[in-house]
């Protein structure tokens, strides 16, 4: 890794104060990172103001040549940054290196968006006008990213922000910052000019609002929680800069008599511990048709019964890892110990773990309505299960909360499948597939769990601005 961890007009630098980064596993210190705050991110900012006419008056093919490479430089690198991903976030080694290479495929996915066609021309009514719009970047971004998936998330929004022509002032959470400081090198590495893309770290209300308050931000897209969300709204709007928010989720896996028992019980444990079950789109109540209840959460409560759990880079690579610290463990096992209070019983056993940052595992059923395990996301390895009898009673539930990022069906009904897919009230449908998100596709929720898409061309147009010319001949 090179020198300096902070990226400010094409210069990496350091300041006096720093701040640990720890392994989850065992919470040892495995590097540091520089902390700044107000001054460097006004700095940052003013420095991407000052690279954003040429940036944008650069032709696409260059923009997508440097996108390109850094992807390139990202696969060379995939191994070591998928290692210092598990150190600093926990993951499982497969884990980390897919993260990595799914980050350089949304490099190289809006490299070649870059180039696509950017604007229309409209049929006209009268033989001396014509009409036609026409895309343009829309300024400077702000770009916020959270721990659980550091460098793709990340990826996802500087990667069709740059290749739309747009400048970068990002933050990344200090709880894993290493590998996303990385990537931001290898965009740097691959030929960026400086101001581009500059990376402050430091406290986040501190470095957003020096960020927020510049004149030139035009964009800020963040992803986390729902509650930081609507903070970043409020200050979004006092200068009316354009939210693209991707928040929390409470995703409903659904289970049907006819569907096919093996790919459920497979695709929920994909779905659900992915990550030790700390992402946004994770399953996180299961409802199953009563026909299929006691097959259905047997073979399920089996199948966690029998993870192994342990540091992300052992060998064998172990099937769960830590969740990012101890504050996340006791948040999860308070979820569990309030619906066991309410009557709510596992049908999983109490596993052993290998230290106080690993979250055991845990399935239950008879959960009370009001608890939260019910109600709000777990982000760890427990979940509810609850049985249906009708499809009306499914879809009710499946519905029946504030958020709606992803939701999971499991059928071999085809008109089921598509009735569903139009029902849900979810920016995120995966129809027997657990795992959902690829560069092509719009991401992003409805209702509280965000606004606006991310990737595909959807995600190109969110750091973009129409403008339309009438032309009098």
């Known amino acids: 890794m090179g020198q300096g961890t902070m990226l400010v007009n094409g210069e990496w630098f350091d300041t006096e104060s720093v701040r640990d980064v720890r392994n989850p596993v065992d919470d040892t210190v495995i590097g540091t990172v520089a902390c700044g705050g107000g001054a460097e991110a006004t700095a940052a900012a003013d420095a991407a103001a000052d690279a954003f006419p040429g940036w944008a008056a650069t032709p696409p093919r260059q923009r997508a040549d440097i996108l390109l490479r850094a992807a390139d430089l990202l696969r060379e690198r995939s191994t070591e940054l998928g290692t210092l991903l598990a150190r600093e976030a926990g993951k499982r080694l497969p884990e980390g290196i897919g993260e990595i290479a799914f980050s350089a495929e949304y490099l190289r996915w ?4 870059a180039r696509r066609p950017a604007g229309t021309v409209h049929t006209h009514e009268a033989a001396d006008r014509r009409h036609l719009s026409m895309r343009r970047p829309a300024g400077v971004v702000v770009s916020l990213t959270p721990w659980n998936f550091p460098c793709s998330i990340q990826a996802r929004k500087l990667a069709p922000a740059l290749a739309a022509g747009c400048t970068v002032v990002a933050r990344v959470s200090e709880k894993a910052p290493l590998a996303a400081t990385e990537l931001v090198r290898c965009l740097h590495d691959a030929g960026l000019p400086p101001g581009v893309l500059n990376l402050v770290h430091g406290p986040a209300a501190e470095i957003t609002e020096g960020y927020l308050g510049h004149p030139a931000v035009r964009v800020v897209s963040f992803t986390g929680s729902t509650e930081v969300g609507r903070r970043i709204m409020t200050a979004a709007a006092g200068r009316i800069v354009r939210p693209l928010l991707e928040l929390g989720g409470n995703a409903p896996f659904v289970v049907f008599d006819d569907a096919d028992i093996d790919a459920a019980v497979e695709g929920a444990m994909l779905a659900k511990f992915r990550n030790t079950g700390q992402s946004c789109i994770a399953a996180n109540r299961f409802l199953v048709h009563a026909a299929v209840y006691q097959q259905f959460t047997k073979r399920l409560a089996a199948a966690m019964d029998a993870m192994s759990i342990g540091d992300g880079l052992a060998e064998p690579t172990p099937d769960l890892g830590p969740c990012i610290d101890h504050d996340r463990v006791r948040e999860v096992e308070a979820i569990v110990q309030e619906a066991v209070a309410a009557g709510a019983h596992k049908l999983t056993r109490d596993t052993e773990v290998p230290g106080p940052n690993f979250a055991r595992p845990a399935l239950l059923a008879d959960v ?6 019910a109600t709000e996301e777990v982000f760890g390895p427990v979940a509810g299960v609850f049985p249906f009898h009708t499809e009306e009673e499914a879809l009710a539930a499946a519905n029946g909360t504030e958020m709606g990022l992803a939701a999971y069906v499991y059928t071999r009904d085809q008109a089921r499948a598509w009735r569903w897919s139009e029902q849900l009230d979810n920016g995120i449908v995966g129809v027997n597939n657990p795992l959902p998100s690829v560069a092509f596709a719009p991401m992003g929720g ?20 129409t403008r339309y010319v009438a032309i009098g001949l």
């Open 368 to 373: 009370p309505g009001h608890v939260r395990l």
């Open 446 to 465: 409805t209702k509280q769990s965000g606004l606006g898409r991310e990737g595909a061309a959807a995600g190109i147009e969110e750091f973009e601005e």
């Open 110 to 113: 809006f490299a070649e968006e």
